[in-house]
């Protein structure tokens, strides 16, 4: 499984999904990038399962299995090993590269983490983004509003009748001089 290829960031990013409402990788995945086999990962995982509690590691239901085929260009539940896949978060892949214990897990671990942080901080660029997009769109709406009441004004003056009014101001009286 040793391979000599070069790993970018976004080759490392696009096999990261998000899964129950977490950022994960799949067992496989992991499994390619520290240059073991699939197999040889789990039976790690299985051996030290007291470090992987459900917040850093959780297997696939068929159903999410299934559905990870249907949308990201897998082939089949075969290309994902023929089992329930394991996912795994953050922190999961850190302690993963503790219990494979070579050098490259170790490297591609700290590579690996290094892609969620700078994920993480583009999705915060975004929420900062989205706060800013929804004060204007209030804004919009406060003006939308007050140039609506502004019209309504200057079509009750339009449509105002012009009956005739008393003059203002002072009168003169008419003094016979």
């Not at 850190?94 to 070579?102: F, G, P, Y």
Request: net charge positive.
């Amino acid at each position: 499984m040793e391979t000599n290829m070069i790993i970018t960031e976004g080759h490392i990013s696009d096999k990261i999904y998000l899964i129950r409402g977490v950022k994960v990788m799949l067992d496989r995945d992991l499994a390619i990038l520290y240059g073991v086999k699939s197999i040889r990962l789990r039976e790690q995982v299985k051996r030290n399962i007291d470090r992987f509690p459900g917040n850093f590691m959780f297997q696939l239901t068929k159903e999410e299995t299934d559905f990870m085929v249907s949308h990201f260009a897998i082939p089949s539940n075969s290309h994902l090993g023929g089992t329930l896949p394991y996912v795994f978060t953050e922190h999961g892949i850190l302690m993963l590269a503790n219990v494979i214990k070579s050098d490259k897990a170790i490297a591609m671990s700290i590579k690996i983490i290094e892609v969620f942080v700078k994920l993480r901080e583009l999705m915060m660029g975004q929420k900062d983004m989205l706060l800013r997009f929804e004060h204007l769109e209030k804004l919009l709406i406060q003006h939308d509003s007050d140039i609506q009441a502004l019209f309504n004004a200057l079509k009750q003056l339009i449509h105002q009748k012009n009956e005739p009014r008393e003059p203002v101001g002072f009168k003169l009286k008419n003094t016979g001089n």
